[in-house]
């Protein structure tokens, strides 16, 4: 069982940065893929990245690709997701995720989600 926690979103202006982080809470020594996803009103959730258990091979949906980084640090089982560059059209609610064999972009194949956390662009 793994309680993920994200915390750092908020309200910020359209060029501004953020930094989100996902906290996994396990009793194991599993080691998981992680990925953040987001929703926006009105919207299906959308893949945003994701990265290997061991922080490698990072992928990401071409809109976010070149402004936002996805990183891990396993001994801390944390995820990141830096987000530069920030749009209106990012504003939405960001979910991290984590599975123990999939590191994809297909949101239903992670098994553990978090409850998410809300970023706004607006000026």
């Known amino acids: 069982q793994v309680q993920l926690v994200e915390s750092g979103g908020g309200l910020v202006h359209p060029g501004d940065s953020l930094r989100l982080t996902c906290e996994a ?3 194991t020594s599993t ?3 992680m990925a953040w996803f987001r929703q926006k009103s ?3 959730r959308e893949f ?3 990265i290997e258990w061991n ?3 990072p992928s990401y949906r071409d809109s976010v690709r070149g402004r936002f980084t996805i990183s891990k ?3 801390k089982n ?3 997701l830096q987000m530069n560059g920030l749009k209106p059209e990012d ?3 960001y979910s991290c995720a984590a599975d123990p064999w999939h590191h994809g972009s297909r949101g239903d194949e992670y098994m553990y989600w978090g409850p998410g956390i809300q970023v706004t662009v607006s000026s």
């Open 73 to 75: 640090d396993s001994t």
């Open 55 to 57: 922080g490698e091979r």
């Open 91 to 93: 504003t939405a609610l």
């Open 42 to 44: 009105g919207h299906e």
């Open 31 to 33: 080691d998981y893929h």
């Open 25 to 27: 809470h396990t009793r």
């Open 78 to 80: 944390m995820a990141y």
């Open 48 to 50: 945003v990245a994701a």
